[in-house]
């Protein structure tokens, strides 16, 4: 599923339609839209103001309004030109553009959805620290999981406490922190939460360098895979060769997550 750095890759790719005008918008099934503030044809001949990311959310501002998009299990959302034939099936929002382009967000699962949002800040009130800001520091992660129970992945995967790490990235940055996935989030240690902070850091800068992860569904803005799953060291590895020290990664089903990770290499 597309998690932050696939979503980060998605608005790096249109960020270049800021200032161009919202033509029409073509809505093909209603119960895609999760939420609506205020009616959809109030955005015709509104300026694309800015692109955003929060969390593994997608946001367009115009002016004050804000049309937000979930990309849920399997969800894309790419650019073509107008008058492009698309033929893909699952399509549920086509914005037509003034500059010749249209925005387009695919979904075969139908998961995720597209919010109409005027109040952000309540929108978001409930989700978590951006893990590639200064607010998230080796303190913050050790204050936060003091007197948990829950396995540290569990604790990685709920957005309230971290916004858009999914479960490719908790298992990438647990193994890169050289932490196991079912430890109790309160036996972290200062220093294990330090190295933890870091590695949750450098894998999703990483990814996002690489474009995003593409196992099945993951496209960019112009449609194209990530290449960061060829730089995944257990996710999806199980039962291949840790690259560290050669041990058998194990699989095990955490949190009801199937989780990856070395047995030798993570405490
Ligand atoms: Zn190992």
Redesign the pocket.
């Known amino acids: 599923m597309p998690e932050l750095p696939e979503i980060e890759t998605i608005k790096r790719g249109i960020v270049n339609n800021v200032g161009s005008k919202i033509k029409s918008i073509e809505v093909n099934r209603l119960d895609i839209i999760k939420r609506q503030e205020f009616e959809l044809d109030l955005l015709y001949n509104e300026t694309i103001t800015g692109v955003g990311r929060r969390g593994k959310y997608l946001l367009l501002t115009l002016g004050e309004y804000f049309l937000i998009f979930h990309l849920g299990m399997s969800g894309r959302f790419y650019i073509l030109d107008a008058d492009s034939e698309d033929n893909t099936p699952h399509i549920h929002v086509i914005i037509y553009l003034d500059n010749g382009n249209k925005l387009i967000y695919q979904d075969t699962r139908r998961f995720g959805g597209v919010f109409l949002v005027r109040d952000l800040v309540k929108f978001f009130a409930k989700m978590g620290v951006e893990p590639l800001t200064d607010d998230f520091t080796a303190d913050y992660l050790y204050n936060i999981t003091r007197g948990r129970k829950i396995p540290i992945k569990s604790l990685l995967l709920d957005q309230r406490i971290i916004a858009g790490i999914g479960n490719i990235y908790a298992d990438e940055s647990l193994f890169l922190a050289k932490i196991r996935p079912d430890k109790k989030a309160g036996l972290l240690t200062l220093t294990e939460a330090a190295a933890l902070s870091v590695a949750v850091k450098e894998v999703l800068t990483r990814s996002i360098e690489e474009r995003g992860t593409t196992f099945r569904d993951f496209r960019d803005g112009y449609n194209k895979t990530g290449n960061y799953q060829k730089m995944l060291k257990v996710y999806g590895r199980t039962n291949e060769s840790?690259?560290?020290?050669?041990?058998s990664l194990t699989r095990r089903v955490i949190g009801g997550r199937a989780s990856h990770f070395?047995p030798?290499?993570?405490k």
């Open positions: 840790c690259l560290d020290c050669g041990t070395c030798d290499c993570q």
